[in-house]
Structures are given as structure tokens and as C-alpha cells.
């Protein structure tokens, strides 16, 4: 295999560098490309252009692997807990007993947040969407620890951040349900674990108190760890860049709650759910919306469907498919959207348009079917990935400021007007 790869411009020909991955995955590096030659490349979403060098997540959207820090995702679902998951993605290795012991007493001592966040949730209307309420409980963290903004590069101050970030997210997520709902907040249970902390945060109310489903609790546990991270997505790649200009952790984590909210990204898993009701209200005519997401004059698109890696099964869809059957038989739960998903599913994998594609379902297509079934409200299905997806974040966060990569400034072709002359307007 060759080390360097050509590029011929007007017949100069330019070397650049090959590189291989771990897992054997080749590049070329482009970093000295424009200093040779004054050429850039172009890659409109990124979507062949690698943007740096990572040991957290790898996958393979060919065959339908996931795996964090060298361990596949079909384990991890089935033998780990989220808190264990978070400690591999964010240390690089799966603790000790001791270690989580110590890694759980931490992230359960910081739980509390101060008072004065009811002042600031209180300042929503009670019709704002829970991932705005999010964002912004999330950047305020900056100002009740402004050191935070400046860490002093410290490994312990960062570590600090960290665990307040993974402690206050629980207690942030619940609050913004209670703010949708006109409810009044509970505080955190530091002898419930981290589920079962969540639930009750979320449910528990003055007038009756949150009954623990350990069905519930496992089915959210594992959720949470199937959503844990995901490489250079959207959401992640926009955390690394806003801290790459050294924004502080909190403040590069709000930006990437914003990114996955959109619901092409993380706010795909809301959008299903509405698109399945829609169907059940259409009178679950399937091919009617199949033809809509295949027609080009339609912006419909099928929610839950595609991946910009995966080109076979997303491995946590699959996961989460068996999970869907299981929690809703074991808490006697009858959706008929499951049915409407899985005879959509299994047109679309017979369809040519899908197959020629190779669009499956991704981890939003039965996320929202489970939640639902969990009695947690559509609106706050996002939250949830972001609740998830926060240890990824913040690996990613930490491995950008520790490989201490330049800030992200991407170049591009310039399109428009050539130079010409200002006239005042009396004369335009
Ligand atoms: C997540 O990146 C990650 O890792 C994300 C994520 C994570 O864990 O962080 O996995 C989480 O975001 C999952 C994706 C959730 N989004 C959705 O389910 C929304 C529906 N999916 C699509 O919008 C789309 O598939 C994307 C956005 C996910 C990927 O889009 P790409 O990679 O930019 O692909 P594309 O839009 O260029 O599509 C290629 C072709 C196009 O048709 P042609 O122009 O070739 O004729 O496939 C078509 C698209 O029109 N297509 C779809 C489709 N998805 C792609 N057609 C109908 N329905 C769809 N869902």
C-alpha cells in the first residue's frame, strides 16, 4: 500500500501523505495541500472529509458496527450500565469497583443546582420547547462557576466541570419537563441511581409520589448507553469546534444540545413519532407516505429512516427494535404505532427507491416508541438523546483540548460578485 497519494494539477503533481487508522481505515492528509499548490478541497457536509483523529467511537456504516473505546455496543447494551459507559467513553478505559464507585459518590454529590436556576426557569413560558430550556440552563452552569470559563487547563478543574456537567444534566432535563408541564420541580434523590433519580425528578408529584419500575428503569439504562456517542455527527462535531476556539466545556456542550435538536440530527426520534401518528390518523395508509418520501417535489422525508454512515442496519436500531417488543409486552403496553413502524420497516426494505439507497432505520426510528411507553412526552424525546449523548460529547470536547487542535476554521470557493466600484446613491 502505497504511502503517499498523487494529486496532477496542470501537470504538477502534488504528494500527499497516507494514514491508517486502527481499524484500518485510510486518509489523505490534506493539511499541507493548499501551502504546496494554493488549492483547497471541497466537501460540502463533510461527508467525505475526516476532521481529526479520535480513539473514542469507531463504527462501520458498511457492516454495522458500534463500538466505544474498542467495545461493541451489543455488549455494552447488554452487560453495562450508563454510568459505567460514561466513565469508558470520558477515561478511556472501564473502571474498577472502586473507580465507579468513586466516579458514581461524584457525579451523585453534584446533582443539586442552585436555587436561583428557578429563577431562571421560571423566566420561560411554559410553551417553550424542553431543548431551548436545555441549552440555557446548561450555558448559565458558566456563570454560577465563572472559573469554569477559564479553566486553568488544570486536569482537575476540567475533571470538576465534568462531573458537575454529568451530575446537573439529570436534574436540568427533569426540570425543563416540569417547566412544559406547570409542575413544581423535584430536587434530586442521592440514594436513588441515576434512572431511577431521573424518573422521579421527572414524575414524582406533590400530591403522589414516583413508584420505581426496575423495567423502566433498565429499559432508560440502556437507552442512554445505546446513545452514549457517535463520532464526528453533527452535534459532536459542533462541540469540538466551539471548543476548539476554547470556550468553555459548558459552552460548547449548549451548542451541541442546539445542534442535535434540529430534526434532521437528534430531533429526529419527536419527528417519527408525530410522522407515525400522522399515518394512524390517515388511516395507516403506508404506501401513501412511502410514495410522499420518494417523491423529489415533496420535502416529506421518512423520519427515522437513513444515515449519513450507515449503510446497512444502524446497529442500535436493531437494539432497540428487541428492546421496543420487550418493554411494551413487560409493562402490558399495547402502541399501535409499534405496528404501523414495523409495516413501514418492512416496506421499505422491500422498496427499490430505500434499497438502491441503502436507507434502514437509524437509532430515531423506535427510540420514541419506548419513551413513549416509559410515559415520557414526545416533546422531551430529544432531551433524552441529549441526556445520552452527553458523555460522548464530552469525551469529544476532552480529547480536542487535550490533542490541543488549532481552531476549527474551515476555507471555502468564493461565488460571488468579482471587485467593483462604489457609487453613492444618488448615482445607483
Ligand atoms: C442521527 O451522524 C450521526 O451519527 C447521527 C446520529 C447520531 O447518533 O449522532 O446517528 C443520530 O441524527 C440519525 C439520523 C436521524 N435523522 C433522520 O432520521 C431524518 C431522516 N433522514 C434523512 O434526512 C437523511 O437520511 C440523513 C439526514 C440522516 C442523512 O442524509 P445524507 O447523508 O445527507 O444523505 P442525503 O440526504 O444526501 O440522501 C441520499 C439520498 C437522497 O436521494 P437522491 O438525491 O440520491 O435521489 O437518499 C434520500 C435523499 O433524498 N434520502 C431519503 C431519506 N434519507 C435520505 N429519502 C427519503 N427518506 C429519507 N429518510
Known sequence: MSEYAQIIVDGKTYELPIIRGTE??????????????GIITLDPGFKNTGSTKSAITFLDGEIGILNYRGYPIEQLADHSTFTEVSYLLIYGELPTAVELAAFQNATTQHTLVHEDFKTILDGFPSTSHPMGVLSSLVTALNAFYPKSTNLDKSPEAINLSIIRLLAKMPTFAAWSYKKKMGQPVNYPNNNLDYCSNFLHMMFALPTMSYDINPVVTKALDKLLILHADHEQNCSASTVRIVGSSQASLYASISAGINALWGPLHGGANQAVIDM????????GNIQKWMDKAKDKNDPFRLMGFGHRVYKNFDPRAKIIKKAADEVLTALGVQDPILDIAKGLEEKALADPYFVERKLYPNVDFYSGIIYRALGIPTEMFTVMFALGRLPGWIAQWQEMRGNQEPIGRPRQIYTGKTKRVYFPCSQR
Not at 24 to 37: G, H, P, V, Y
Not at 276 to 283: P, R, T, Y
Open 276 to 283: 407515525l401518528e400522522s399515518i394512524k390518523a390517515d388511516g
Open 24 to 37: 484500518n481505515e485510510l486518509a489523505i492528509d490534506i493539511s499541507k495541500l493548499r501551502s504546496q499548490s
